[in-house]
């Protein structure tokens, strides 16, 4: 999808976009640039909102998923007056608005499939106003030749996944998502009960990648990306940055006697994961089979010990892979050549970690407006009681001669893995990518690559890259971002004020500068510094000739090269002459 506009239409505003917000994006003369993969990185101080623009579209596509949902949990029944209704269509968090979009018509549309690529591209119109369901009109519809829209075709027309990502402790933009988690919960446990083959691809389109994912996201994308150490290796900025080449070995350990008790019969919650018909043309459709089939080793284990002399009397299936080209190779099979096939099981099986959660919580989760909601449920259990674990993790580090394991790796490391690692499982969909500050624990090195790192990821599918409508909003406080985009795709935010473009051409411009025009910068350098040449400055005033040069010689002994001392000794020489 690309986005066009988003206007916030309650009066009270939402959080810090006041009523009447109105953000622009591509722009109508632009629209031939829909595949080109150009992200908005929206800049400002602390608490200007920029944030708030994040977590009103994920509330918005939260709410309209879950109107079109095709496998809805039954307390999400309108109709049932009896229930105690968890979801209303009526009432969204962001509740009156305005989106409009552009999207790829790719699925849904069987009348469509022989229409020429030019038209392809549909341009939807969402509003919603208080106390109503919201209503997506389809702009350019007459040009596709359809008349009525069903349910299903507009959950084509949504985007296909919204995945988010916040570096710090922003509550309010993991709020849905979470939501979301307990909506693919219950459309497996709904299929647990009626012992239906499933397929780990979420119910929900939300998507959020918090730490606990990590390790599956990198585990994901270094065994199922192409690795061929050619210019065009799309991992090749895990290796020239962060200096992970591969994977040596690690363990996966799945729980495996985990009941689940419906109308009096119990029911395995890894059933729908484990059965295996062998359809034809297919290998296997048992997910906990395929993970047998590319180990080295596995085992059943009746008393595994998580901790040293402290053993659990639980029953846990023991996988362990140490990794070689044919690891990779069945890997690769099993899972179609897709890393985010085989990303979307480790997600699924980490969701299924909520089983714990009893319904009443979870009907009061879907109408709560309780922003600290992972502080309240306990999404993620002691390593004993959860349905995945992943252990002895090791890489080979360049520059190191013994492996390492994963978890030793900086922040910064851990961050960079993190936050390219998902964007690469996801970059081949129809999805809105939402950056919350993605990279605060860069070096700066790192900050100044980041986005070329996107891009050169991006740009590895030239066959598709025709095909495919991606949209990324990043905040940042970083001026390097700002440095990498050009102005068209820069947002600057004040608190109470429509954002707006910068003023000059962000592209190419120093950090310094930026960070004086877009952050107010007074100086370049800290405190401490400024006050120190201020100093100098009060000295060199009353300076005699016959002292410039030793005044120079302090200045350039205690005072580190930098705009300010340059000016300093600008106004020296031209005392002197």
């Not at 549309?109 to 392809?120: A, T, V």
């Not at 996201?217 to 799309?234: F, G, H, R, T, Y």
């Not at 360049?398 to 394991?405: A, D, F, M, S």
């Not at 050169?456 to 066959?463: A, D, H, L, N, S």
Request: charged share 25%; with cysteine; proline share 3%.
């Amino acid at each position: 999808m690309k986005l066009l506009r988003l206007k916030i239409n309650q009066e009270e505003g939402f959080n810090s976009l006041f009523y009447g917000f109105e953000m622009h994006f591509l722009q109508s003369e632009n629209k031939d640039e829909a595949t080109v993969f150009n992200p908005y990185v929206l800049a400002g101080k602390n608490g200007s909102g920029k944030s708030n623009v994040l977590e009103a579209l994920s509330e918005i596509f939260y709410h309209l998923d879950c109107i079109y949902l095709s496998n809805k949990p039954s307390y999400f029944d309108e109709e049932d007056e009896k229930s105690s209704n968890s979801f209303d269509s009526k009432i969204s968090r962001v509740d009156a608005y305005e989106l409009e979009y552009l999207t790829f018509i790719t699925e849904g549309f069987p009348q469509l499939s022989n229409k020429k690529e030019e038209i392809q591209k549909a341009h939807i119109y969402i509003s919603k106003q208080i106390g109503e369901r919201p209503k997506l009109e389809w702009k350019n519809q007459d040009e596709f030749g359809v008349d009525v829209l069903l349910s299903h075709q507009i959950k084509f027309l949504l985007p296909e996944y919204v995945v988010g990502y916040a570096s710090g402790e922003n509550e309010t933009l993991s709020f849905p998502f979470f939501k979301s988690r307990f909506i693919q919960y219950d459309a497996y446990y709904s299929n647990l009960i009626t012992e239906s083959i499933i397929d780990p691809s979420p119910e929900s389109s939300l998507i959020y990648v918090d730490k606990s994912y990590s390790q599956f996201i990198l585990l994901a994308n270094l065994l199922m990306q192409p690795n061929d150490d050619s210019e065009k290796d799309i991992l090749s900025p895990f290796k020239e940055y962060v200096g992970v080449e591969a994977i040596d070995s690690f363990r996966l350990i799945i729980k495996t006697d985990i009941l689940k008790e419906f109308q009096g019969k119990k029911y395995p919650i890894l059933k729908n994961l484990d059965f295996d018909t062998k359809r034809k043309g297919k290998n296997t459709d048992s997910y906990i089979e395929k993970l047998k089939k590319c180990a080295t080793t596995w085992y059943e284990e009746d008393n595994y010990d998580f901790y040293e002399n402290e053993f659990n009397n639980s029953s846990f299936l023991i996988l362990d892979y140490k990794v070689n080209p044919a690891t990779i190779k069945a890997f690769q099979f099993h899972f179609e050549d897709n890393p985010l096939k085989l990303f979307e099981l480790f997600q699924l099986l980490l969701i299924l970690e909520i089983h714990s959660v009893n319904q009443e919580s979870k009907n009061n989760t879907y109408a709560t407006e309780n922003i600290f909601l992972s502080e309240s449920i306990n999404f993620r259990p002691i390593e004993s009681k959860r349905v995945l674990n992943i252990k002895n993790f090791e890489i080979k580090k360049k520059g190191l001669e013994k492996n390492i394991y994963t978890k030793v790796l900086s922040d910064g490391e851990h961050q960079f893995l993190h936050s390219l690692g998902l964007c690469l499982l996801f970059k081949d969909t129809r999805s809105l990518f939402l950056l919350d500050e993605p990279e605060t624990h860069f070096n700066p090195s790192w900050k100044a690559k980041f986005l070329s790192s996107l891009r050169f990821c991006f740009e590895q599918e030239e066959e598709n890259s025709n095909q495919t409508m991606r949209e990324m909003l990043i905040t940042t406080h970083s001026p390097y971002l700002l440095s990498d985009s050009d102005s068209q795709y820069v947002q600057v935010f004040k608190k109470g004020e429509a954002p707006f473009h910068p003023d000059f051409q962000t592209f190419g411009t120093s950090i310094n500068s930026i960070g004086i025009k877009i952050f107010n910068m007074p100086n370049t350098v800290g405190k401490v510094a400024q006050k120190r040449i201020q100093e100098l400055r009060e000295e060199f005033e009353h300076l005699e000739g016959e002292h410039y040069d030793a005044f120079i010689s302090k200045v350039k002994t205690e005072i580190g090269e930098s705009v300010e001392r340059l000016l300093l000794l600008n106004d020296v020489y031209k005392k002197m002459k």
